[in-house]
Nanobody
Framework: QLQASGGGLVQAGGSLRLSCAAS????????IGWYRQAPGKEREGVSC????????DYADSVKGRFTISRDNTKNTVYLQMNTLKPEDTAVYYC????????????WGKGTQVTVSS
């Protein structure tokens, strides 16, 4: 089971760090993606990290502001979000699979991020 946490309310320009923790399985065997969904919008891929942590991918909308990382000893993946904008407001989800992209299967519960202007 995956669980995202760390969301909250922050002012524009602020920072948050999201965590994605796994229970019942070893996260190190999987690639982990972060997705987000804002009200009335389609779900959007934000970032993805390989199982080793050496390969990282970001959506253009977050490049230079968000950083994905993982600590396999803690069975956790992180998303550091800096210089947040109101358009980053969404529910953020983490997902695991053996690839990054559409169709990733093992979804966790999301965490709400709200950025006020």
């Amino acid at each position: 089971q995956l669980q995202a946490s760390g969301g909250g309310l922050v002012q524009a320009g602020g920072s948050l760090r999201l965590s994605c923790a796994a229970s019942g399985f070893a996260l190190e065997n999987y690639l982990i993606g972060w997705y987000r969904q804002a009200p009335g919008k389609e779900r959007e891929g934000v970032s993805c990290i390989s199982s080793s942590g050496h390969s990282l991918d970001y959506a253009d909308s977050v490049k230079g502001r968000f950083t994905i990382s993982r600590d396999n000893t803690k069975n956790t993946v992180y998303l550091q979000m800096n210089t947040l904008k109101p358009e980053d407001t969404a529910v953020y989800y983490c997902v695991a699979d053996n690839f990054c992209g559409k169709g990733m299967k093992y979804w966790g519960k999301g965490t709400q991020v709200t950025v006020s202007s």
